[in-house]
C-alpha cells in the first residue's frame, strides 16, 4: 500500500516538472519579432514567479491589417545611414542602432505587477493621438505610430494625427498617411511644437486628447489607465510614468516609480522625489502621483477642457516653457495634473536639441519662460529674474491676451499654488544687508513712526530686501501717492504697495509712484519727489556696518 503511494507520488512530481518545463519551454519560444532579442523576449507567464512580463509584437497577420497599404520596407529604406555618417549627427540619437531594431520589437512591461489585475470600464471614449515633428527619423517615428496601434485596444484609437512640422522631406509625413488611421498635416513653415499642437488638436475629432513625442514607445495598457481617470474627472490632465530609451543602444528601461516632476527658479524642469510624507501615505502602488509639473511631451487631456483654458500660449515659439505655462495654468485654473504608475511610455531622451532654433536657443527659452513667468508666476517671478538674470530686458511680446484669460478663467494666484501644490519648492532666501543709509555726513533714520534725516548718524540698521526697506517690523511706506507726501513707518506687509521700493542709481524710487525719496530739507520728515538721482537731496549710500 505504503509502495503504491510512494509511486502515484513520484509519477506526479515527474509530471509537475516536466509540465512546467514545457510551461516555460512554450513562453521562451522565439517571437515573431525578428528583432527582439532573447533576453527581451524572456518573460515568465506566471507573475507569482516573476512579475516582469514582455509586451509582444503583434502577429504577422495582424501586421498587415494594422498597416494597410503601407510600404513599411521601402519607407525605412528610402531613408538610412549612409556608410561612413556619423549615426548621431542628424538626431543626437544611434541612428544605426535605431534602424537596426526595425518598426517594431518586444519591450519588458515595466508596471508594477499589480497593474495587470486592473479593470478598466468597457466604455472608454476614443481618443485623437496628437505627434508633431521636426525631421525625426523613420524608424523611431514608424515604432512610436505601430506601437499605438499594437497596443493599444483599436476602439480607443479615433485617429493619429501628424503634424509634419516643415520637416526637409515631405514623405517622411506622406507616406505614413498610407496607415488607417494616420493622418498627415504639413506646416507651410516652421512653427514649433506648441503652434502645431494646437494645430492638431484643432483637427481632432475625437474628444479626448492624447500628446506624444514623435520617438516614443507605448508600453502594455498604456492608453486605459489614463483615459478612465479624464473618464472619471475632465478636469485632470494625465501622464505616463516616462520611460527612458537609450539614445546609444535603444535598450527600453524601466524609470523609478518614485518621481514626479518638479523645477527650480530658473524654470528648468526636473524629476525629483516624491516628497517623504507623501510616500509613507501610499499603500497602493498602483495609484496616481500629484504632480507640481508635467514633463510636458506626453499627456492626456479632455479636449474640451483643453479648449476651456486656452490650449496653449501660441506666441511660445519652437520648443521649451509651454510645460510650465500648462502646468501652472491647469493647478490655478481649477484642474490637476498626475502621474500615473500603471501608464509607461518609453521615450528617447536626448542630451542636445537635433534642430535649429531660428532666433537661437537661449533667446528662443527665454522667451518663452518669461511669458510664462509673466502671466502667471504674479510677484514670485521675481525669483525668476533673480535666477536668471539675463532674461530681463529680453523681448517676450505681448501678454495682453493671456492675461486677459488669466482673469477670465477666475484662475488663483500664484501664492495659492506654491502654498497647495508645490510647498516644497523653497523662495530663495534674500540675503538681508544691514546698512546705514547715509547722505552725506547725514543719515535716515527714524523715531518712533517718523522717519528723519539726522546730523547724529546713531547708525541705525536698515535692512534692504527687495521691494521692502525695514527695521525689524517695521516699513518706509509713503502716506500718499503724489509728489510732496510724507514717509512714515508702518508694520511690513510685501503686498502693500505703499512700502514697495526699489533702487534707482543711488537714488531709492517708489515702485507704484515712480516718486524718489528725498530729503528736501535736513530738518523737515523726508517726503517723495520727482526722481532726479543726481540730487544730493535724494542720494542715499547703503553703508554696510558688520
Ligand atoms: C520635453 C518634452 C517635449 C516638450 C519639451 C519642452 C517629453 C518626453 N518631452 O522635451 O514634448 O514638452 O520638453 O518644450 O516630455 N518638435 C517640433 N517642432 C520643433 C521642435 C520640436 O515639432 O520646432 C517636436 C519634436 O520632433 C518632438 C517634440 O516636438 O517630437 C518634442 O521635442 P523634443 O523631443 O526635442 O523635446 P524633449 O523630449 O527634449
Ligand atoms: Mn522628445
Known amino acids: 500500500m505504503r509502495r503504491i503511494r510512494a509511486n502515484a507520488i513520484a509519477i506526479l512530481t515527474v509530471a509537475w516538472i516536466l509540465g512546467t518545463f514545457y510551461y516555460l519551454w512554450q513562453d521562451n519560444k522565439p517571437q515573431s519579432s525578428p528583432s527582439s532579442s532573447a533576453s527581451q523576449t524572456r518573460a515568465f507567464k506566471h507573475t507569482m514567479l516573476c512579475p516582469l512580463q514582455v509586451t509582444q509584437p503583434p502577429r504577422t497577420e495582424q501586421q498587415g491589417q494594422l498597416l494597410g497599404g503601407f510600404d513599411e520596407k521601402a519607407y525605412l529604406v528610402g531613408k538610412q545611414l549612409k556608410p561612413g555618417d556619423d549615426p548621431y549627427r542628424e538626431h543626437a540619437f544611434n541612428l544605426q542602432e535605431s534602424d537596426r531594431l526595425g518598426s517594431e520589437r518586444a519591450i ?14 468597457t466604455d472608454l471614449p476614443a481618443t485623437s493621438i496628437i505627434i508633431t515633428f521636426h525631421n525625426e527619423a523613420r524608424s523611431t517615428l514608424l515604432r512610436t505610430i505601430k506601437s499605438v496601434l499594437m497596443r493599444s485596444p483599436p476602439s480607443l484609437i479615433q485617429e493619429i494625427i501628424l503634424i509634419d512640422d516643415f520637416s526637409s522631406d515631405p514623405e517622411d509625413c506622406q507616406l505614413l498617411s498610407q496607415i488607417p488611421k494616420v493622418r498627415c498635416l504639413r506646416n507651410g513653415r516652421r512653427e514649433g511644437l506648441i503652434r502645431s499642437r494646437v494645430r492638431g488638436a484643432n483637427t481632432a475629432s475625437a474628444s479626448i486628447l492624447t500628446f506624444l513625442d514623435s520617438h516614443c514607445e507605448v508600453n502594455t495598457d498604456w492608453l486605459q489607465p489614463m483615459i478612465q481617470r479624464v473618464k472619471e474627472d475632465h478636469t485632470r490632465v494625465v501622464s505616463p510614468i516616462i520611460d527612458v530609451i537609450s539614445l546609444d543602444n535603444f535598450a527600453y528601461l524601466a524609470a523609478s516609480a518614485d518621481l514626479r516632476g518638479g523645477f527650480d527658479w530658473s524654470l528648468h524642469f526636473k524629476w525629483e522625489q516624491i516628497p517623504i510624507e507623501q ?23 479632455d479636449k474640451s477642457w483643453f479648449n476651456h483654458l486656452g490650449q496653449y500660449d501660441t506666441h511660445m515659439d519652437i520648443w521649451g516653457g509651454e510645460n510650465f505655462e500648462l502646468s501652472f495654468r491647469v493647478w490655478m485654473c481649477g484642474g490637476s495634473l498626475e502621474i500615473l504608475p500603471c501608464s509607461r511610455v518609453g521615450h528617447v531622451f536626448r542630451k542636445r536639441h537635433p534642430y535649429d532654433f531660428p532666433e537661437g536657443n537661449a533667446l528662443t527659452y527665454i522667451k518663452n519662460t518669461r ?24 523681448a517676450f511680446g505681448s501678454i495682453a491676451d493671456r492675461l486677459t484669460l488669466r482673469r477670465k478663467l477666475n484662475c488663483k494666484p500664484f501664492r495659492w499654488y506654491m ?57 518706509l511706506a509713503i502716506s500718499a501717492f503724489t509728489a510732496g507726501s510724507k514717509v512714515k513707518m508702518e508694520p511690513c506687509n510685501t503686498k502693500e504697495p505703499r512700502q514697495k521700493w526699489k533702487p534707482k542709481g543711488t537714488a531709492l524710487q517708489h515702485m ?23 540730487m544730493a537731496s535724494q542720494s542715499w549710500e547703503p553703508q554696510v556696518i558688520t
Open 512 to 534: 507704484v509712484s515712480g516718486l524718489c525719496l528725498d530729503s528736501q530739507t535736513p530738518t523737515g520728515p523726508p517726503v517723495i519727489t520727482q526722481c532726479r538721482p543726481q
Open 419 to 475: 502654498e497647495n501644490v508645490y510647498p516644497e519648492l523653497r523662495v530663495p532666501e534674500q540675503e538681508a544687508v544691514s546698512s546705514v543709509l547715509k547722505q552725506g555726513g547725514l543719515c535716515l533714520e527714524t523715531r518712533g513712526l517718523s522717519p528723519q534725516v539726522s546730523f547724529l548718524c546713531v547708525l541705525q540698521r536698515w535692512e534692504l530686501i527687495e521691494p521692502l526697506i525695514r527695521q525689524q517690523d517695521l516699513c
Open 279 to 301: 510616500k509613507m501615505a501610499r499603500s497602493d502602488p498602483t495609484q496616481s502621483i500629484r504632480t507640481p509639473v508635467i514633463a510636458g511631451g506626453i499627456f492626456v487631456m
Open 108 to 121: 519588458r512591461d515595466t508596471r508594477h505587477y499589480r497593474c495587470a489585475s486592473l479593470n478598466y470600464d
Open 371 to 394: 511669458r510664462a513667468a509673466e502671466v502667471w508666476m504674479d510677484e514670485y517671478k521675481q525669483y525668476y529674474y533673480s535666477a536668471r538674470p539675463s532674461a530681463q530686458g529680453k
